[in-house]
């Protein structure tokens, strides 16, 4: 089992839609969560950190929950520009904080 | 450039032969990573480096892969006698300190190997 999972997608939405992505992370000791985005044949960035509390961010929301281990990003009025691959990210830090990548999912917001 | 330098970045070789490929961190970035990601894939973890402390080589695939680092500098990974399942794009990224979860990614080293 991958220590960190998402579904694959692809995920094809209409603009102005809602679309919500889950990941599961199989380490307890997981201990920092982030969103990466990818767009295509470019190289990742950091979209968002993930908060205990749940963050938001203009029409994004990072949740967490500990107990489940799984976090979420939702987006809500998806625009075109939106389309990319939306990697999950968790720190562990008894392996002296390295950060581990979830395979991402895609996302493809049509007119 | 203030970003994370790649290269070169790509590169066409033939099977058996061996490549070298080069990073250049942003200064002060105690942490390197290096990942691999075959076409359609996601991020295969290769290898961290964190400060002075031992290289975390656990995705390393093979013997045939290596990478080393001087310092909190350059970092060059070598594959020896290269496969056609070597072919990939391999994304160098390094992250300010330890456990900012901000990593820079350069744009990649692409790797095509015949």
């Known amino acids: 089992r991958k220590e960190v999972e998402q579904d694959p997608g692809p995920f094809n939405v209409p603009e102005g839609a809602t679309v919500a992505f889950n990941c599961t992370y199989s380490?307890?000791?997981?201990?920092?969560f982030f969103w990466y985005r990818q767009d295509c044949r470019k190289e990742p960035k950091l979209l968002m950190s993930?908060?205990?509390s749940g963050n938001e961010d203009g029409r994004f929301t990072a949740q967490l929950n500990r107990a489940s281990q799984y976090i979420s990003l939702l987006i809500r009025d998806s625009k075109l520009s939106d389309s990319a691959t939306y990697l999950c990210?968790?720190?562990?830090?008894?392996?002296?904080?390295?950060?581990?990548f979830g395979q991402g999912t895609e996302l493809s917001v049509k007119p | 450039g203030a970003g994370v330098s790649q290269s070169p970045s790509n590169k066409v070789t033939e099977k058996g032969k061996d490549v070298e490929l080069r990073c250049d961190p942003i200064?002060?970035?105690?942490?390197l990573y290096w990942y691999r990601q075959r076409l359609g894939q996601g991020l295969e973890f290769l290898i961290y480096?964190?400060?002075?402390?031992?290289?975390?080589k656990s995705g390393l695939p093979s013997d045939r892969f290596s990478a080393e680092r001087t310092g909190e500098s350059v970092s060059t990974l070598t594959i020896q006698r290269t496969q056609q399942e070597d072919s990939a794009v391999y994304l160098c990224?390094?992250?300010?300190?330890?456990?900012?979860?901000?990593?820079?990614f350069g744009e990649g080293s692409r790797l095509t190997v015949l």
């Open positions: 993930v908060y205990s």
């Open positions: 480096f964190q400060g002075n402390s031992a290289p975390d």
């Open positions: 990224a390094s992250e300010q300190g330890m456990r900012t979860g901000e990593l820079f």
């Open positions: 380490n307890s000791a997981s201990q920092s």
């Open positions: 990210v968790v720190i562990r830090y008894n392996q002296g904080g390295k950060l581990i």
């Open positions: 200064s002060g970035h105690t942490a």
